[in-house]
C-alpha cells in the first residue's frame, strides 16, 4: 500500500465518520424538539456543533478503550467506576477522569459491558466487575458514575443482592429513568429495557433509591427527552438540570464535573 493509498482511506474513513456524526445529530435534534422547552435557533445551532465536534473526537477512541483503559487514574480514596452509555465504552469518560483525578478522587476505573445485552445481564457483569476493583484496592465501597443506559444498571446493581452495601454514592448522567421516547428500531435486548411504557420501567416507576444518588440531565438531550424522563427526585433522589447541553456533551461540561465532584464530596464528608 502506497502513502498516498493509505491517506485516501484515512480521509474515507474520516468523511464516513462526520457524514454518519452529522445524520445522527439532524435526526436525534429533530425527534428531540417536540419534547423540549424553545430556545434561540443561534444557541440551538451552537449545541448541535458542540455535539458534532464531540462526536467526531470520541468515536475513534472506542476501540481503543476496547483493549485498554481499565484504570483510568490513581487514587487512595474510595474507588470511583465509570459505567457508560448505549453503544459506547469507558472511552467516553476520559474527560471526566481527568477531573476527577485532579480533583483528587479515585483510583478510577472504566466499567465495559455489551451493550445490546439485557440491563440483568449487564448488571451481573457489573457486579463482577465491583467485586474485582474492591478486592484490588481493599475497599469494601464503590461510587458508580454512569451515562445514559449505564444509569439504569448502575442502579439495579445497587438494588440488587450483590450490590447492597456495596454502592456509596451513584450518579447517573443523561438516564432515562423514564424510559425513552424514540419509537424506531433499537438494537439488543437492552432495546426493550430502555423503551417507555415497557414492562422494565414500569415495575421501577416509584421504586426508591437504595443510596445517595445524583441524576444530572440536560434541559435539551438530543437522545433522552423530556427532561423530567431523567428525573429521581419522587424516589429519593437528588436531581440537577443543566441547560442546553446535548447527550454527550454532558459529559465534557465543566459545570457538571464541577456538580458530580461537589456531591462525593459532600457525601463522604
Same mark, same amino acid.
Given at each position: 500500500?502506497?502513502?498516498? *493509498? ?7 474513513? $474520516? ?10 445529530? $439532524? ?6 424538539? +417536540? ?11 451552537? &449545541?448541535?456543533?458542540?455535539?458534532? $465536534?464531540?462526536?467526531? %473526537? *470520541? ?9 485498554? !483503559? ?6 487512595? =480514596?474510595?474507588?470511583? %467506576? ?18 476527577? *483525578? ?7 476505573? !472504566? ?12 448488571? &451481573? ?8 476493583? /474492591? ?12 451515562? #445514559? ?10 438494588? @440488587? ?8 454514592? /451513584?450518579?447517573?448522567?443523561?438516564? +432515562?429513568?423514564? =424510559?425513552?421516547?424514540?419509537?424506531? +428500531? ?11 411504557? =415497557? ?6 416507576? @416509584?421504586?426508591?433509591?437504595?443510596? +445517595? ?16 424522563? @431523567?428525573?429521581?427526585? #419522587?424516589? =429519593? !433522589?437528588?436531581?440537577? &438540570? ?14 457538571? &464535573?464541577?456538580?458530580?465532584?461537589? $456531591?462525593?464530596?459532600? /457525601?463522604?464528608?
Amino acid at each position: 500500500m502506497t502513502p498516498k *493509498t493509505f491517506e485516501l482511506i484515512i480521509l474515507d474513513v $474520516f468523511g464516513v465518520l462526520v457524514l454518519g456524526a452529522f445524520v445522527y445529530l $439532524f435526526v436525534s435534534y429533530l425527534v428531540m424538539a +417536540p419534547h423540549v422547552g424553545p430556545r434561540p435557533r443561534v444557541r440551538h445551532l451552537a &449545541a448541535m456543533l458542540r455535539e458534532l $465536534f464531540l462526536v467526531i %473526537i *470520541t468515536q475513534p477512541l472506542v476501540p481503543l478503550y476496547y483493549v485498554t !483503559g481499565r484504570v483510568m487514574g490513581s487514587g487512595g =480514596g474510595i474507588p470511583v %467506576i465509570f459505567v457508560h452509555g448505549y453503544f459506547q465504552n469507558r472511552s467516553n469518560f476520559w474527560w471526566l477522569a481527568r477531573q476527577f *483525578t485532579k480533583a483528587s478522587l479515585g483510583p478510577l476505573f !472504566g466499567f465495559n459491558y455489551q451493550w445490546v445485552e439485557s440491563i440483568d445481564e449487564s448488571s &451481573a457483569r457489573l457486579s463482577t466487575f465491583v467485586e474485582s476493583v /474492591c478486592v484490588e484496592t481493599g475497599q469494601s465501597r464503590v461510587i458508580l458514575v454512569a451515562h #445514559s443506559l449505564g444509569g439504569l444498571i448502575a442502579l439495579e446493581y445497587a438494588h @440488587s443482592e450483590a450490590g447492597a452495601g456495596r454502592v456509596a454514592e /451513584c450518579i447517573t448522567i443523561g438516564t +432515562p429513568h423514564g =424510559g425513552v421516547k424514540w419509537r424506531g +428500531p433499537i438494537l439488543g435486548r437492552a432495546g426493550r429495557d430502555l423503551r417507555e411504557g =415497557g414492562r422494565f420501567v414500569r415495575e421501577r416507576q @416509584s421504586r426508591q433509591v437504595p443510596t +445517595p444518588t445524583l441524576s444530572v440531565y440536560s434541559t435539551h438531550d438530543n437522545v433522552v427527552h423530556p427532561p423530567s424522563t @431523567s428525573e429521581l427526585a #419522587s424516589r =429519593g !433522589g437528588r436531581d440537577l &438540570a443543566v441547560d442546553g447541553h446535548g447527550h454527550l456533551s454532558l459529559l465534557y461540561s465543566r459545570q457538571v &464535573a464541577n456538580a458530580l465532584i461537589g $456531591f462525593i464530596r459532600h /457525601c463522604d464528608e
